[in-house]
């Protein structure tokens, strides 16, 4: 964990605790220095991070405060799940459920470009933070794809880069469709929220150079610890559309 992570983990602790109240202003950032032992550029880091987690707000010339109701939310940046955890809860940690090779449902094989019922690796993952179920994935791979993957690469938090290095894949780029979603009976129980209750729920397809889907990952995240976040350059776009 670097320093800006311990600095970042001491104030929000601070703050989800309520010893920072929703309001106060923190301390100026020379002070925290001192207090943290650690230079400027690491102490703004570390209030870059809480502000992307909404635990606090800068207000320009003035300085930076506690949001009104603070709740932690961890942004995941551009599909980046691994980056984005990685930089805000680097504590997180994985475990496996279930593991398995099935035949392909019609639904999926429609998704892996494939047929029903064609041999597929599944596995059930579930994220937790500090002992709390925070997210879950469901992951479907096609035979051909998953062959020289062991069980202990399942719960790499950047499994896609483990997968790649075993399976000497070359990706090419990943589809994404995020939307609200009620939590299935399975889910609540694993994410420990009400059935029906919503969640975010993310679907991905992994394309390989040429476009060919190698893998589908269904991931559900409880509303109340994540939130999707994503920047566009609006000048591309424009380029684009203008080209």
């Not at 650690?38 to 606090?56: H, P, Y």
């Not at 020289?148 to 719960?155: P, V, Y």
């Not at 920047?231 to 776009?237: C, K, N």
Request: proline residues 5%; neutral net charge.
């Amino acid at each position: 964990m670097t320093t800006y992570d311990r600095v970042a983990g001491a104030l929000r602790d601070r703050i989800l605790s309520g010893k920072l109240q929703p309001g106060q202003r923190l301390p100026p950032e020379r002070d925290l220095c001192r207090r943290f032992s650690a230079s400027r550029i690491t102490i703004r880091r570390a209030l870059e991070i809480l502000q992307q987690e909404l635990l606090i707000h800068r207000r320009q010339g003035d300085g930076t405060y506690v949001s009104a109701a603070p709740a932690r939310k961890i942004p995941i940046l551009a599909t980046d799940f691994s980056g984005s955890v990685a930089r805000h809860a680097p504590e997180l940690r994985r475990r496996l459920v279930t593991l398995d090779w099935r035949g392909a449902e019609p639904a999926i094989a429609e998704q892996l470009d494939t047929f029903p019922g064609d041999r597929v690796l599944y596995a059930r993952r579930v994220d937790s933070l500090h002992g709390t179920a925070v997210a879950m994935d469901d992951v479907y791979l096609p035979a051909g794809f998953a062959e020289n993957l062991i069980e202990d690469d399942w719960i790499e938090i950047d499994f896609l880069a483990r997968w790649r290095e075993r399976e000497g894949l070359e990706f090419s780029h990943v589809s994404q469709v995020v939307e609200a979603a009620a939590a299935d009976a399975t889910t609540a129980e694993l994410l420990g929220v009400r059935a029906g209750g919503p969640v975010l729920r993310s679907t991905e397809v992994i394309r390989l150079v040429g476009g060919r889907p190698a893998g589908l990952f269904v991931s559900s995240y409880r509303h109340d610890t994540f939130r999707l976040t994503a920047t566009v350059r609006l000048s591309a776009r424009v380029q684009e559309v203008s080209a």
